[in-house]
């Protein structure tokens, strides 16, 4: 019998839905693939494109080598915090169907030893980029960890509705730490990012949460599905679309973009709209629960994602082609 | 005598007696995890080393070492 064989077993004692049962395979130990989940790698994704962008985009060019390692440090903090996260959510993780198969809750992997991989990765990550980059960079790193950590896992994920749009700050650190890398400096563009990033987590998550609001309830986490209900979710979607709109612009008036990057962030930003008009007017029952298996909000879901891309994606074309002198920078 | 067993996380739910098909899986296992770990080490020698290359090349010309003010000492 094969590994992936035995695995196919363990999954299929527990059936599905049900809290998994660590003592089925567990005592085989953790695969290296197991250590990488714990990093949430798509997460870590956005994460490095974002922090890339913050990079590429800034007036003073880095050495290609140290602009790599820069890139290398923020996702492993952003995968550090992701396995301490994983360790302290253990518990809504086994109960909830989209993390149920995660590393810890099946066994796989001990919470002590995915909290010892996320410390010591979360500290390797800050002293390297102090090293390769500098040190304003690896403060405002060790600041989105111990912000994603403390502020969004620890204080606001259980507590309030409004976990995401605070602990999004979290996510929103990448542009700033890949700027502070090559200019060892922050200033309003690299904040703009931030903004932007900021204002595009709420609707991003709650577009999601609308057709994973049942997990959530399961688990105890207060989404806003969960606590204002669907109808004040829809509502709020919309709103922070429109402030996303706004904010998006605001690198347009700070001088750090130009054409290229107004015509994508008028024309993105127009789509995301559309998609937050059309969650709101969703067919729905008395309570706001969606009649149409919730397709709008799974469209809004996915079109958030391309948005983050297309947009920062321009960005640094935008800044590229400025700089070859193709096309001039508003100022 | 009490001889005192090393205590072995992974031992922790093992079954006394393992079948053939569950010894081979924890010995694939280990094999991929050691090989994993040996890559990781290779990659942070290959980082480090990049990473002082990358530096040594803004020091500059080893030659000019020697003008006042320059990070290295003069020869």
């Known amino acids: 019998m094969t590994d992936r064989a035995l695995r196919q077993g363990e999954g ?31 997460v870590m994704s956005l ?19 140290r602009a790599a390692v820069a890139v290398l440090c923020i996702a492993l903090a952003a995968g550090a915090s992701g396995a301490i996260n994983m360790w302290y959510d ?15 809750p099946t066994g796989r992997i001990s919470p002590e030893a995915a909290l010892g991989y996320g410390v010591a990765l979360a500290v390797f990550s800050v002293l390297l980029m102090g090293l ?9 790193l060790a600041l989105s960890i111990a912000f994603y950590v403390f502020v969004y896992t620890i204080w606001l994920k259980r507590r309030t509705p409004h976990n995401i749009v605070i602990g999004g700050a979290a996510g929103a650190f990448p542009p700033v730490i890949g700027w502070a890398a090559a200019t060892g400096s922050i200033e309003l563009a690299p904040i ?8 595009w987590t709420p609707p991003h998550f709650w577009a999601l949460s609308l057709f994973a609001h049942a997990d959530y309830a399961r688990a105890g986490v207060p989404m806003l599905p969960v606590v204002a209900g669907a109808r004040e979710t829809r509502w709020q979607i919309l709103i922070y679309t429109l402030m996303l709109v706004a904010v998006s612009l605001v690198p347009l008036a700070l001088g750090s973009a130009g054409l290229l990057y107004a015509l994508a962030a008028v024309g993105l930003g127009c789509g995301f709209l559309r998609h937050a008009v059309a969650v709101l007017r969703d067919r729905q029952d008395a309570a706001g629960i969606s009649l149409t298996g919730d397709r709008p909000a799974k469209a ?32 | 005598m009490v001889v005192m067993a090393e205590h072995d996380p992974q031992a922790v739910g093992r079954p006394e007696s393992l079948s053939r098909d569950e010894s081979d899986a924890l010995a694939r ?39 006042p003010g320059a990070i290295a000492p003069s020869r």
């Open chain 2, 29 to 67: 296992r280990r094999r991929a995890r050691n090989r994993a770990l040996f890559l990781v080490l290779l990659g942070l020698v290959a980082l480090f080393y990049a990473l002082t290359m990358s530096r040594l090349s803004e020091i500059g010309d080893p030659q000019q070492w020697s003008r």
């Open chain 1, 12 to 42: 299929a004692s527990r059936g599905a839905g049900e809290a998994p049962l660590p003592e089925t395979l567990a005592f085989l130990g953790s695969e290296p693939r197991d250590w990488i989940v714990l990093l949430k790698p798509r």
């Open chain 1, 192 to 199: 703009a990012l931030f903004c932007i990033i900021f204002f």
């Open chain 1, 90 to 104: 253990r518990d809504i993780d086994a109960v909830m169907r989209r993390t149920a198969q995660r590393p810890i």
């Open chain 1, 47 to 65: 994460v490095v494109y974002t922090g890339l962008i913050g990079l590429l985009v800034a007036p003073v060019p880095m050495h290609p080598v």
């Open chain 1, 300 to 331: 809004a879901f996915r079109f958030s994602i391309t948005y983050l891309f297309a947009l920062f994606g321009v960005l640094a074309l935008d800044r590229l082609v400025a700089t070859a002198g193709w096309l001039p920078i508003w100022s």
């Open chain 1, 132 to 140: 390769a980059a500098n040190w304003i960079a690896a403060l405002v």
